[in-house]
Each structure stands twice: as structure tokens, then as C-alpha cells.
């Protein structure tokens, strides 16, 4: 069982930045590739970014084209934290914002784990 809980988000101005953080507890956390989603109401969930471990223990990292160069996902094994930098805010990244933990891939049907989500709103 892995129980993972988001922290970090907030209401900012648009060019600004924002570091969102995922706990996890359980001791198969690093065996799964880790996942953020964004949703809006009335949305499908979105993929925004995945890591997973490929051989040799290196991190292997997937954005969605709208946040390359403005998004980066990270994970501290040590801590059991993955976060997502966020830079360059835009009013288009107004969403809710989740952690999820399973099979890495952009479909939400392959993670078996979800935070709470943490809401990150972004004024114009």
C-alpha cells in the first residue's frame, strides 16, 4: 500500500513559479514510476509529467509538450518525495493538481495511486 499526500500549491501571478511536493509512505515507493496529473472541471485528467527508474537506476522523465521547458519532475528516494518545479506559470496551468504512483505511461488508468490533489491557480 502506498499513501501519497500533495503539498505546495497556491494562487500566483502568471511568469511565477511553484514547487509541488508528493509524500509517499510504503516501502515498495521506489519501485513505481511516479506520475502528476492536472484536472480542471468539466476535464479529463491530464497527464503533465512521469519519472521511473530505467536500468542503472536512471531516472527516465515524460512532459506533456505544453509544459516542456517550464516543468520539471524530480524524486528523492531518500525522502519517499517526488516534486514538480514549475515555472513560467501560465493561467492555462490553473488546475488541480495530483500525484499518482503505478505504471509509468500517460493514461491515468495505469496508476494505482493517487494523492488528494492540491489546487494551483495562476493569474493573468
Known amino acids: 500500500q502506498v499513501q501519497l499526500v500533495e503539498s505546495g500549491g497556491g494562487l500566483v501571478q502568471a511568469g511565477a513559479s511553484l514547487r509541488l511536493s508528493c509524500a509517499a509512505s510504503?516501502?515498495?515507493?521506489?519501485?513505481?514510476?511516479m506520475g502528476w496529473f492536472r484536472q480542471v472541471p468539466g476535464k479529463e485528467r491530464e497527464f503533465v509529467a512521469s519519472?521511473?527508474?530505467?536500468?542503472?537506476?536512471?531516472?527516465?522523465?515524460y512532459y506533456i509538450d505544453s509544459v516542456k521547458g517550464r516543468f520539471t519532475i524530480s524524486r528523492d528516494k531518500g525522502k519517499n518525495t517526488v516534486y514538480l518545479q514549475m515555472n513560467s506559470l501560465k493561467p492555462e496551468d490553473t488546475a488541480v493538481y495530483y500525484c499518482?504512483?503505478?505504471?509509468?505511461?500517460?493514461?491515468?488508468?495505469?496508476?494505482?495511486?493517487w494523492g488528494q490533489g492540491t489546487q494551483v491557480t495562476v493569474s493573468s
Open positions: 510504503g516501502r515498495t515507493f521506489s519501485t513505481y514510476a
Open positions: 499518482a504512483a503505478g505504471s509509468t505511461g500517460v493514461r491515468p488508468e495505469t496508476y494505482v495511486y
Open positions: 519519472i521511473s527508474w530505467t536500468t542503472w537506476s536512471i531516472s527516465a522523465t
